[in-house]
């Protein structure tokens, strides 16, 4: 559902990227002679800035290219024509381009720090709401529980399961203390492959180096949990080893 979400509003926001520089050149047409080019292109840049704020690169581009061919069109000598002849609106055309292009690279940028933003907030509720059942006097039962489905919603499991007071059997890939993920005694590169997904992954439950049990978490395909992320997961973890202890 909320793929399907994404995917409508980037849709949209192609055909807006493609639409609205067109609607707002033929509104600007019937005063073509009243204003500059350059006002014009002011215009136009904020129509881009209005499309390219979605943070969706191929949106902003789009609204530029748009933005420019429209502007060639209906505002540079000889109208009607993809042709210009003055020089300084061909400058105009290629700034309206270079501003429209910069200023989706910086939305892009802004949108991908703010949700960057959003999932370190995300991992530190987890990790508060985890310390706040230890603390508020909940069972370990429901500690255990509650750091599962953070687990969950932290690497974007499909499932995960704890066992109590084992460890390493069935040789499964482990997520060690450092946030790297070890099998058959490799690395595994988690940020090519994703998580392993032929395997159960075993996050230990440890506190003063007495084992409590373990974790055992069922990746998604092809999901690439950051190396914050699953250093997250091992505070998580930790969490009940200290409330455990």
């Not at 508020?136 to 969950?152: F, H, M, P, R």
């Not at 978490?217 to 080893?241: F, Y």
């Amino acid at each position: 559902m909320w793929v399907r979400c994404w995917l409508s509003r980037d849709r949209l926001a192609l055909i807006v990227a493609l639409l609205a520089p067109f609607a707002v050149s033929v509104a600007l047409v019937p005063f073509r002679d009243r204003f500059a080019n350059t006002d014009v292109a002011l215009v136009l840049v904020v129509v881009i800035v209005a499309v390219a704020a979605n943070g969706y690169r191929l949106a902003g581009i789009l609204a530029a290219l748009s933005a420019g061919v429209w502007f060639d069109f209906f505002f540079t000598r000889p109208y009607q024509r993809f042709s210009i002849d003055d020089r300084s609106d061909i400058e105009t055309l290629v700034l309206l381009l270079a501003v429209g292009v910069a200023v989706t690279e910086l939305a892009v940028w802004g949108r991908r720090q703010q949700a960057l933003a959003s999932r370190e907030a995300g991992y530190l509720a987890g990790i508060q709401a985890a310390a706040e059942v230890g603390a508020t006097g909940g069972s370990g039962n429901e500690l255990i529980k509650a750091v599962s489905d953070q687990l969950v919603r932290t690497l974007g499991l499909r499932g995960c399961r704890f066992q109590p007071g084992v460890s390493g059997v069935g040789n499964p890939p482990r997520l060690r203390r450092d946030g790297q993920v070890v099998w058959r005694g490799a690395v595994w590169d988690v940020e090519r492959k994703g998580l392993p997904v032929d395997s159960e992954i075993e996050l230990l439950v440890e506190s003063g180096g007495r084992l409590h049990g373990r974790y055992m978490l069922t990746a998604a395909p092809e999901m690439r949990a950051s190396l914050a992320q699953r250093r997250v997961a091992v505070t998580l973890a930790d969490q009940v080893g200290a409330a455990l202890g």
